[in-house]
């Protein structure tokens, strides 16, 4: 079992939709970064985040540290939030990575 | 914000020849900068964690000979993917580490070996 699980592997979404991605994990961690990876490749790091919520415009990100999990929310969506998002926590002096929710978002 | 380049964003060489990746932090010092691998539709994968003015530390089953790290200043680290083979072709990404901001990315460098 791989140590960062994120669901739904894919989502695709009409524009203007309220998207929830989620990330669970097992590890003992003291952060957890939500990343978002579009088609060109380029990472650009959204939240870190080691308790509680975090917003930044139209994207919340939630961590529930007693049940390991993460949700990242993206409210209004548009075709732009088109992306892989990933999940990565820190712990035991390292980053490990879930595979990501690829998004897509149709006008 | 904290910036990380790296260049080139992509590279396409022949078979046997050696490929250098530069990864800069334009506005902070990285002591710590990690490379990473990734290959289509997979979870990005550490290769080494380069520390500066010292060996890089390399996870288990990277060829340290093959992926030659060097980070000889705090704001430079560079990945040189020493006779490539087309298994080497791969998208890889650096990162730097700062104290309460996490980490922060290159744009990565797609590597295609012909």
Redesign the interface.
């Known amino acids: 079992k ?1 140590e ?1 699980e994120q669901s739904p592997q894919n989502l695709t979404a009409q524009e203007g939709e309220f998207i929830t991605i989620n990330c669970s994990y097992s590890v003992g961690i003291s ?1 957890l ?1 939500w ?1 978002q990876q579009h088609p ?6 959204l939240f ?1 985040l080691s308790s509680g919520k975090k917003k930044h415009g139209r994207l919340i990100a939630t961590i529930n540290i007693q049940e390991k999990h993460s949700s990242l929310h993206i409210t209004a969506s548009h075709p732009r939030d088109s992306a892989v998002y ?1 999940c ?1 926590v ?1 712990g035991n002096n ?2 490990a ?4 929710n690829q998004v897509v978002v149709i006008p | 914000g904290a910036v990380v380049s790296q260049h080139p964003s992509r590279v396409i060489c022949k078979s046997g020849t050696s490929v250098k990746i530069e990864c800069r932090s334009l506005d902070f010092q990285a002591t710590t900068m990690f490379w990473y691998r990734q290959f289509p539709k997979k979870s990005l994968m550490l290769m080494a964690t380069s520390n500066e003015g010292s060996k890089a530390t390399y996870e288990q089953g990277v060829e340290k000979d093959k992926f030659l790290i060097n980070h000889a200043s705090l704001t430079l680290s560079t990945l040189t993917v020493t006779s490539a083979h087309p298994e080497d072709s791969s998208f890889y990404i650096c990162s730097a580490s700062r104290a309460n901001y996490g980490y922060t990315f290159g744009s990565g460098t797609r590597l295609t070996v012909v």
């Open positions: 791989n960062v952060a970064h990343l060109g490749g380029g990472i650009v790091s870190m990933i990565a820190y390292r980053l990575f879930g595979k990501g």
